[in-house]
């Protein structure tokens, strides 16, 4: 889609050259293709690997170290950071995903930043410091029992429907 691409491409040029490639073992997942140029931008470096889409998402994330969101445009709710929440996984993500998801904040839950050189900065960051992924991680958990579970939001997406149907409020 639109945002995996612009986050693609946002990683490509504005991340990648300022990160220390050879020190990770990065993997793309989720998109069904990469345009030609993009794949290029990638191919001098064999520690980034296109894993395209992956049967078992959650498995992916829950080995990963870091869960990097690098997507650049603002878009509402980002339920595949939910996910990551859920599965207690240390977020850094670009601050474009923050304004749909106010719940996520940095420093308590994830690590935010705007530019490709704070972005790739956080990534090292969080890379070199077991503990700190680890507390970042179980922080992101609590959020998630706090705001997401289906008890939670459903109880909430249940009371807007029912304020909607009695004209309360308009959809």
């Known amino acids: 889609g639109i945002a995996t691409m ?13 990160l220390d490639v050879d ?9 069904e293709g990469m345009p030609k140029d993009l794949a290029t931008r990638f191919k001098p470096w064999p520690q980034i690997k296109w894993r395209g889409f992956v049967p078992d998402i959650r498995k992916e994330i829950l080995q990963a170290d ?7 445009i603002t878009l509402g709710l980002r339920t595949r950071l939910i996910e990551v929440m859920s599965l ?11 304004p749909g998801m106010p719940e996520m904040q940095d420093g308590v839950n994830a ?22 992924r680890r507390e970042m991680g ?19 997406i249940a009371s807007m ?7 309360k409020v308009a959809v």
């Open 6 to 18: 612009s986050g693609l491409y946002y990683f490509a040029e504005d991340i990648l050259p300022h």
């Open 23 to 31: 020190q990770y073992d990065i993997h793309i997942c989720g998109a």
């Open 66 to 72: 870091i869960f990097l969101c690098p997507t650049p």
């Open 88 to 98: 207690g996984g240390c977020i850094v993500a670009h601050t474009a995903n923050q």
């Open 111 to 132: 690590r935010l930043a705007v530019g490709g050189v704070e972005l790739a900065e956080l990534v090292r960051v969080c890379a070199h410091d077991a503990d700190f």
């Open 138 to 156: 179980n922080r992101a958990r609590q959020t998630y029992e706090e705001y997401f579970t289906p008890e939670k939001a459903g109880g909430r």
């Open 161 to 167: 429907v029912e304020n909607a149907v009695k004209g």
